[in-house]
């Protein structure tokens, strides 16, 4: 159960937010997209819906919530809940790094055997950077330690495509021993 809290929570949210500024970075948002997730060592894959906000109080200081729901093989879920703050010191107009701590919270739903809830705190630091006008690319490292489950560190990547300042759709992928997970988004 430990690879599904862990791989379910790192499914909310990596590091960084998608609105495009012209001068700087914009870390309020809403998006909504597709989460897939494959846990290698029990060769299980999940998917489901995901939803991720973040509010920029300051030029460097944002608040973040991430909530997701999947369907895993055998008809078990899992759900997590992250809600975090984050500091972002830019290095010039197009860079910026990134660090996040979180609260992540993961329950697991598996039929005939019941509930299994846990949680913990994560950290994260990475990099953001817009590499042309419309594209931004985003890499960086996650450690999350949960109660009962343990803990673990991912490498994320994503990028985004902006059609306009307020609108993009993006990608990120999340790797870790136990497996991968994906997210498509608006």
């Given amino acids: 159960m430990r690879k599904d809290f862990i791989l379910g929570s790192i499914a909310a949210l990596s590091i960084a937010g ?7 970075f914009d870390y309020s948002y809403v998006e909504i997209g597709y989460v897939k997730s494959e846990i290698d060592d029990l060769d299980i894959d999940g998917d ?3 939803l991720r906000a973040s509010y920029e109080f300051t030029e460097n200081f944002h608040a973040f919530a991430a ?3 999947q369907d895993f093989d055998f008809d078990v879920g899992a759900t997590t809940l992250e809600i975090g703050a984050g500091l972002a010191w830019p290095v010039n107009p197009n860079l910026d790094i990134v660090g996040t701590v979180s609260y992540i919270k993961g329950e697991i739903d598996v039929p005939f055997v019941g509930d299994f809830e846990d949680d913990g705190f994560a950290l994260g630091a990475g990099l953001r950077g817009r590499v042309i006008e419309k594209l931004e690319l985003t890499g960086g490292l996650k450690y999350v330690n949960f109660d009962e489950a343990g803990s673990d ?4 990547a994503g990028a ?3 059609f306009t300042n307020m609108f993009a759709a993006g990608v990120d992928v999340d790797f870790d021993d136990d497996g991968t997970i994906g997210r498509a988004h608006v």
């Fill in 18 to 24: 998608p609105a495009m500024a012209q001068d700087g």
């Fill in 48 to 50: 489901g819906l995901g």
């Fill in 67 to 69: 909530y997701a729901d």
């Fill in 153 to 156: 560190t991912t490498v994320a």
């Fill in 160 to 162: 985004r495509y902006f």
